[in-house]
């Protein structure tokens, strides 16, 4: 059974940073794409970052320049460090991964207001 875990999420102050986490279960994690989502209120979930199983990344207009998708393959785990947050980064973030099926985490609430 194939499980995304993610962890990181919160409360922040504009201009902060947080580092989200996902870690995956039951599936052959260094094959897989992996890619960070995120949903706001109202609107439709939208691809925020992605690193390929050979380390390629892409990056939404949006957030180039102030986040960075890395993964660690020995720990099964893709990272989003978030610097430089802004109020319209205010979002649900969703783990996905990608190879012959997609799947979903559960999803982490990230909040940036003051």
């Known amino acids: 059974q194939v499980q995304l875990v993610e962890s990181g999420g919160g409360l922040v102050q504009p201009g902060g940073s947080l580092r989200l986490s996902c870690v995956a279960s039951?599936?052959?994690?260094?094959?897989?794409?992996m890619g960070w989502y995120r949903q706001a209120p109202g609107k439709q979930r939208e691809l925020v970052a992605g690193?390929?199983?050979?380390?390629?990344?892409n990056y939404a207009d949006s957030v180039k320049g102030r986040f960075t998708i890395s993964r660690d393959n020995a720990k099964n785990t893709v990272y989003l460090q978030m610097n430089s947050l802004k109020p319209e980064d205010t979002a649900v973030y969703f783990c996905?991964?990608?190879?012959?099926?997609?799947?979903w985490g559960q999803g982490t609430q990230v909040t940036v207001s003051s």
């Open positions: 996905n991964g990608q190879y012959s099926t997609t799947y």
């Open positions: 690193i390929t199983s050979g380390g390629r990344t």
């Open positions: 039951g599936m052959i994690f260094s094959r897989h794409f």
